[in-house]
């Protein structure tokens, strides 16, 4: 079964290897993947432990529905103290490595210690290895699992790499699989560079029992159908997810010149369907592919079609990375973004805090506190495209003391830079923010600051917020499989029931995380796609387990309160704002210039969103310091915890 | 266990109310409803007047692609202008 795969625990400093089974109260506490992953974290880590240090354990899983007959389950989660915010670290990326690892035998994987010199783990059907990487250290990410799969003499072994960003411990080094698919946030390569850990490499031909094979088959044709016919999946799968940036930056949600505007004005270059050209000019019609078992095949494939790297092969890109070489830095040119994008593939940095960083020093120098001795000449002006390719190649390998600041993440780099630097710094936890501009929508800026990884979108951003719904239709949603009676408005610049729809999306997010399936098969961008309702039949017919759709609301609540009781942990306080549910104070104090004439002039209502805060926390069942009360943690069955079950 | 394949969840009936062909106008409280002619590069909001460029996913399918820079612009700092003014 499915529910056989199994917990490796590895020390790389003495080599032992412990494997132990998931117990199945442990499966119905917390499932699998990123939820399993954030109890081990919770109980495996001590209270202030050094996240680059021997003793942060680094957890890989894929949910507990991965590699069975249900659709998409192609996600790889990695887990472990940030050494970017401190607090809660955790990546989520797509493409083959979870279920390889789950044919070689195992859902998760916790890693400790640091070994003495480079080195990989091997798994293959059961069995584990830790071989020497000397011939591997230094490559980029996909030359390193090209050599991995000759040394190996298989070329069908998927690998999770770091490339030289992690090796040399940038804080927001991405740990990767494939060209493209990154765990991108909170510096989880770092993490395994500090490790001395270059890759897991993974093969497997175990067999993986389903528990209802006839039914599991028979009705994912239905959940096939469900996420294929979907517009946002169709758009998806024409021009990937660059139709998201093109889409909010159409009415003016996205940051521009670090967060000076909200919209990157004539960006016709970097618009999906231009991207899309390029896409097909380079490599023909059919360019876009997909992840495991996944049906909307959202991922292009170009070739850079000028330039310097004309010709180099690369994924993407995503819409981060059109926010963050594109519109942050005000180089709205495709060329620029698509060799950023290849840039920080290879080297294995997260496009989303790189762009931010840049555009952050970009305003930096633009207002004098840093100048061109501090960057070495570099003219580090808005609209410069060399100085962003540049800036990248310096940041990956720590040129220079504005770079080297950098990588070492936007807070410690305020601390280095002086001045007022910190206050034009856009971050939530130490996390620097996605590109997107919350300014105009309260509901998705409560996201930003209450996410557990920091600034983020994919922990409970209530999207289809933007589609202006009926309020009927979000009463179809979000009073589901939890009654809900209070107010929702259909207006993404309302305060209204916004802290309702944030929990609800939190707990979604956590289901699908823990499941192991991607996002885009959730209430994500699409409100018809599957949810608690949809998914205990899933599960069934997978794994032969049974839950009802409120019993898996439980779980992702129960699972979301561990990462926040490691936070808390770890000095998670309501109002810092380097480790605190708080913004920047830009978004109260500075209104949005541009955008659709409803939009323009916004900024965000302190009191409102003070209040929207006091809402969600009791919604989550929370004081207002941001702390469980202790009926809550029974109610979840969390009193008890550490409880080391595992 | 009780799967019940003949219910519907609250996702896949909302599917039943899915429509192509039109989308709403990007201003957050016009929320009009656009429905550009088949092939139609551009739309105009006949509420808000906001204008947009348009791209077809399927012949039946059409999305924004972005604003018609100079008019949107305009209608922008016109409201800017007068949102400050009362502040």
Redesign the interface.
């Known amino acids: 079964m499915a529910l056989d795969r199994k917990i490796a625990y590895i020390d790389l400093a003495t080599g032992e290897i412990e494997v132990k089974p998931i117990p199945l109260d442990v499966r119905r506490k917390f499932l699998g993947g990123r939820g399993l992953d954030a109890y081990l974290l919770l109980n495996h880590s001590k209270k202030g432990c050094d996240p680059l240090g021997p003793d942060n354990p680094l957890i890989v899983s894929g949910g507990i529905l991965t590699a069975t007959c249900a659709s998409a389950t192609a996600r790889t989660h990695v887990m472990a103290k940030s050494p970017l915010t401190g607090l809660l670290g955790s990546c989520n990326m797509g493409g083959f490595f979870a279920p390889e690892m789950a044919w070689a035998g195992f859902h998760h994987l916790v890693i400790k210690g640091k070994a003495e010199k480079p080195s990989y783990i091997y798994i293959h059907n059961g069995e584990i290895q830790i071989r020497d990487a000397k011939d591997i250290w230094g490559k980029t990410t996909t030359d390193a699992q090209w050599a991995i799969r000759d040394e190996l003499n298989d070329q069908e072994v998927k690998s999770l790499v770091i490339g030289p960003a992690g090796e040399n411990l940038v804080v927001f080094a991405n740990v990767m699989t494939g060209i493209k698919n990154a765990g991108g946030r909170t510096g989880m390569g770092a993490v395994m560079g500090s490790k001395n850990l270059k890759a897991i490499a993974c093969r497997g031909t175990m067999d993986i029992k389903i528990a209802h094979p006839v039914e599991a088959l028979e ?1 994912n044709k ?1 959940f096939i159908d ?1 996420i294929t ?3 946002v999946n ?2 998806q799968g ?2 990937g997810t660059p ?1 998201i940036w ?2 909010t ?4 949600g996205v940051r521009t010149r670090n967060f000076q505007y909200n919209q990157c ?4 270059d970097i ?3 231009a991207i899309d050209e390029i896409c097909e000019d380079t490599m023909g019609p059919y360019h876009m592919s997909g992840c495991f078992g996944c049906q909307v095949h959202c991922r292009a494939q170009y070739r850079i079609p000028s330039g310097p790297l004309k010709g180099k092969y690369d994924e993407g890109p995503e819409y981060t990375s059109q926010g963050a070489f594109g519109g942050e830095t005000d180089t709205p040119r495709a060329e620029t973004v698509l060799v950023g994008n290849h840039l920080v593939n290879q080297y294995g940095m997260d496009n989303l805090e790189t762009g931010s960083l840049i555009s952050w020093a970009m305003e930096l120098y633009e207002k004098g506190i840093l100048t061109s001795k501090d960057t070495d000449g570099l003219d580090l002006k808005f609209g410069n495209d060399e100085a962003v390719l540049e800036m990248i190649e310096r940041i990956c390998f720590r040129k220079g003391k504005v770079a080297d600041a950098l990588a070492n993440g936007g807070i410690p780099a305020s601390k280095t830079f002086g001045k007022n630097s910190f206050d034009y710094l856009i971050q939530v936890k130490g996390m620097s923010n996605l590109h997107s501009d919350e300014r ?1 929508t309260p509901g998705l800026a409560l996201n930003i600051a209450t996410s557990s990884r920091g600034s983020d979108h994919l922990r409970s951003r209530p999207a289809i917020d933007l ?2 719904l009926p309020e009927k ?1 979000l009463k ?2 979000y009073s ?1 499989p939890i009654p809900y009676d209070g107010p929702l408005s ?4 309302e305060y209204i029931g916004k802290a309702w729809q944030v929990f609800w999306q939190e707990n979604c997010y956590m289901g699908v995380d823990c499941l192991g399936i991607c996002k885009y098969h959730t ?1 994500f961008l699409g ?5 608690f ?2 998914w ?2 899933v599960l ?2 997978n794994t032969g387990l ?1 839950f009802t759709p409120e019993e898996l609301w439980d779980i992702a609540e129960r699972c979301n309160m561990v990462e926040r009781l490691f936070n808390l942990r770890e000095g998670l306080t309501r109002d810092d704002l380097e480790k605190g549910d708080m913004i920047n104070h830009r978004y109260f104090d500075e ?1 949005t ?9 916004t900024t965000i209502d302190r009191e409102k969103f003070s209040k929207m805060i006091d809402e969600f926390y009791e919604h989550k069942g929370l004081d207002q310091k941001g702390k469980p009360t202790t009926k809550t943690l029974k109610r979840l069955g969390l009193a008890n915890e550490p409880s080391h079950m595992l | 266990m009780a799967v019940d394949t003949n219910k519907l969840s609250s996702a896949e009936s909302l599917s039943k109310t899915r429509t192509y062909g039109k989308f709403r106008c990007h201003n957050p409280t016009c929320m009009g409803r656009l429905e550009p002619k088949p092939g139609d590069k551009h739309v105009k909001c006949p509420v808000c007047t906001c204008e947009f460029r348009v791209a077809w996913i399927r012949p039946d399918f059409p999305r924004i692609r972005g604003p018609v820079w100079e008019v949107n612009k305009k209608l922008a700092d016109a409201a800017f202008k007068k949102k400050m003014e009362g502040k």
Do not use: C, M
Not at chain 1, 527 to 531: G, H, K, S, V, Y
């Open positions: 009705y239905h469900q016919s979907a517009k169709k758009t024409t021009l139709f093109g889409a930056n159409s009415w003016g004005e004539y960006a016709d618009e999906p369907e105009a589609y202006h239709v179809k949603i589901s259909s207006e993404h610049t209430t409100a018809t796609l599957p949810n309702e949809d205990p039949k069934y017919y049974e209104p210039r541009r955008g659709a004439p409803d939009v323009v002039g």
